[in-house]
Each structure stands twice: as structure tokens, then as C-alpha cells.
């Protein structure tokens, strides 16, 4: 997987780092499949054609680029590949007038140089009629062919990259368009039913003309319109990872135990590994093993004293100890190392969240979401609590809505190392999780994230009510009973905690849930005088 995000830099244009892609070694039998020459005077000719229009493809991506930057977006590569390029934005546009206008850059310069093309052509035309006596001048009949064939090549890009089709230019433009009128879900969701009759002509044409480079653009465009819906883009994510990087799939699966064993199995070819190593202790932090997350990223700042992701697990942890100053620092750290990066201002944010300086927490929360460039649920989710604090409640229920949205799972449910957030802010789990109910009485995610929250604030009888809900709408999830187990512990009740953490035992189908299990069990089989199962 990594060999395919291999890149070279080969130049800067206005502070951005110009690449080319590994897959540019294929350049050689590219020109030989598209063009088939036959001698050396071939050659030249394909050569002359492919490189002028990979420096037209650049022009098209320096479009983007300049577009970008004066509306204030940072771009962070530009990327040359033999089928395009692509420009890589520090964050995703806030406002959808900017997504349009910064999308509509690079068909406008391939617009322009269609016509200049066309018309330097028309000129060299001319002379060669009338001007020049036969022979020609040495090359001025390559330079012809290929003024001629770049100008039509151009405009064939700018009627493609118009196609309404996600992610090319002219889906982008036609999703801001929609976000701009219907708002952004309705937007992709016209957006993906508008594409895929499109794609599927794409795809026709290919198979009709026996184009094969056609159809794996097809295949890239699926993946593309595929990210406008959630669903469709995690089931993507998981199927890349799951071929490509099975750590990968481990961590999206929320299967640590797993990720872990592949990232330790990696380590031992390669110790020195950071992005193993990382890897490693994200799943640690995950499964809130602190002290074995520090070791490995001791050893990554050993390595890379600048890793930016190792630097803010330092901070996360500093943070859960309430160590906040440490954190502080460690945060501010990584901003001034990638100030266009997300996650210092989101955990900056819950940090002053728990110090209850409200404003300073939304401050950072708002800088934090508008540098994601993949929405997230739970910002969104921890935002509406600092404004809960404000009492803005329109605006904590507009990220409440947004969240669920994005994602019921994760709007309502709050993973182990994320748990304490709610940790007084009952008032406001309260408000949320009954506002969710209202709507969805069956919507057991909700029982379970208010038990959550019941269970953090020191209200275990509460919790284990919210849990026995849940577990009537979905008797089969371990966790439940693992999070039950543990609120019935502290209630008072170790042999109705046992039970469950021995359901959870039969249950649960990832690892570190089974040994978490086996854990509480053992612990509670003192207070039960009997041998742990």
C-alpha cells in the first residue's frame, strides 16, 4: 500500500509542492498502448504529445491551486499521474460558493488553452500553406500535429471534467451548486442519483470501444460518488483497507486486539516502523492501555522528535491524566508544526470544555470543523455541549442534527477513551438523548449513550435502567452487557454484574471485548466467593 503512495517532488509553484506519482514509471508502455510507434521519429512525436499534456494537466491543477489560495484554502500538493492530477487542499471549503469557484478554475484553464492552442495551431497552419516553401522548416510539422491535437485534447477535458459525475470538477461544481440551494445531505444525495447515469454511460462507452484505461476511471469514479454517503463510503474504506492494509481494517472495525497483533507482526520485520508503531499506540489509547500507548510513542519521538500524530497522542494522554498544561503545550506544538491540521484545535477544545471556559472550547471547536476535511460526528456532537454551556441551543441542536445525520452510531455512542467527555454534562445527555427518543423511541443507540452518560456521572442505578432498554431492542450486543455489568458493579450488585459479563463473554466476536470480559469476571469473583467461569 505504500509503494502506491509513492511520489517524487520535482518543483514548488507559490509554496506548493509539485509530484509525481510512482505510477509515472509506466509512463514508457503508456505511450506504447496509446500511440503504437514504429520508430524513433514516432516516438518523438508520442513523447512531445504525452509530456505536453502532462504540463497542460499541471496548468489545469495550478488553476485549482490559485483559485484555492485566494480564497484563503491552503493547498498542500499538486500530484501529476498518467491519467490527470489531482490537487490536494489543507481542508475542505466551508462555504459552497468557494467549492464552486475553486472546482471551476481548472476547466477554465483548460478552456483557455483549447483556444490559444487552437490558435497558435491555426497560425503555424498558416505559415506552413503559405508562408513556407516546401520543405518545411526541421519540426514544423511535428509542432503542428502537436498544437493541433493538444488543443482538441483540451477541449475534450473540459467537456469530461464538466460532467456532473463526483469527484470530477463539474460533479464538485454541480454538489456546490445543490449545497447551495437544497443544503449540504439533499445536495449529495442529488448528486449521487444524477451521477450515476452518467457513470454508467461512461462505462458503456467503454466496453463498447474495448477501452480498458476508460473503464478503470470508471471504476475510480464509482469510489468517488460512493464517498458522498456515508455508509457507502466506510463499506469503500473497509474494502481497501481489507486488501491493502488489514491494520487498517482492524482499526475501522474497532477490532484493537487485532490491529495491535497486525502491527506487532509488522514491527518484528521492521521495529524502526513509525507508521506501525503509531498504529499501534492509536489501538492502545483506543483500549485505554495508557502506559503501553507511551512506550511506543516514546519510541517514535525518539525516531521523529517532530511526529505530529505522536505529539498529539502525548497531549491526549497528558489530557486524560488531567494533566493539562503538559497538553496544552503538546497541542500548541503541533499546530505551530501543522497549523492546517484538525485535531490539536478539537482536543484543545474538549480540554477548556473541561475546564468549563466555554468560549474558549467553542473557539477552538469551530476552527477545529472548519479545517476537517472528512466530516466527523462526534466534533459536531462535542461542539453542541459548549454550546449547550452558552445556551445557544438552536446552534446545539443544528450540530446535533448534523451529527446524526453523518452518522447515528457514532453521534450517539462514544467510544471508551471518549466516555469521561460527558462527565457533568448530564443536563445536556439528558436534553440530547430524549430529543433523539422523541423522534426514534426504538433507536437503542440512544438508550445506550444516555446509560453511557448516567454511568460516567455517578448514577449507575439510572444507567443500568437505560441499559435494560437497550438490551430489550438489541439483546445480542456484548457491550451492553459489559457496560451494564460495570454500572451493576458499582450499584452494589456483583451477581447480576457477573451474569453479564458473562453474556458479554458468549457474545462478543472481538477480542479485546472477550478479554475485557474475562477481566471483570475474574475481579468479581471475590465479592461472589466462587471461581471466576
Known sequence: MALFNKTWQIGRFNGVEIRLHISMLLIAPFI??????????????????????????????????LAAQFLGVAVTKIVIWPLGGFTSLGRVPEKPAHKLAINAAGPLVSFLLALILGVLWLLTWLALTFLWEYPAPFGADL?????????????????????PIYPLDGGNMFNALLEMLFGKALANTISIVVGIPFLLGLVLLGIFTGDPILLVFCVMLALGIGSLNPQSSRWIALGINYVFKRSGYYHLTEDYDEAIRAHTRALEKNPTDISHLLGRAVAHVNLVENDLASKDLETILQLAPNQVVALELCGELCSLKKEYDPALAYFARVKALKPDWTFPYFDCGGLYLEQKQYQQALDEFNQAIKLQTQSSPLFFVVRSMAYYRLQDLKAARRDQEEAMRLSPQYALVMSDVNLSLSEGYLDWAQDYYGWVLAKDPRQWLAYQGRADAYAANHQ??????????????????????????????????????????????????????????????????????????
Open 460 to 533: 449507575p442505578d439510572a444507567a443500568i435502567a437505560d441499559y435494560d432498554r437497550a438490551l430489550e431492542l438489541a439483546p445480542k450486543e456484548a457491550l451492553l452487557y459489559l457496560r451494564r455489568g460495570l454500572a451493576r458493579q458499582k450499584a452494589g450488585h456483583p451477581e447480576q454484574a457477573a451474569d453479564d459479563f458473562r453474556q458479554a463473554l458468549a457474545l462478543a466476536r472481538k477480542s479485546h471485548l472477550r478479554r475485557r470480559a474475562q477481566q471483570l469476571l475474574a475481579e468479581t469473583a471475590p465479592a461472589l466467593q466462587v471461581p471466576p467461569a
Open 143 to 163: 509542432i503542428a500535429s502537436t498544437l493541433l491535437f493538444l488543443a482538441i485534447l483540451n477541449g475534450v477535458l473540459v467537456i469530461f471534467n464538466l460532467l
Open 32 to 65: 506504447f498502448y496509446l500511440f503504437h510507434p514504429k520508430d524513433l521519429w514516432g516516438w518523438l512525436s508520442a513523447s512531445s504529445v504525452m509530456i505536453g499534456l502532462l504540463v497542460c494537466v499541471l496548468l489545469h491543477e495550478i488553476g485549482h491551486t
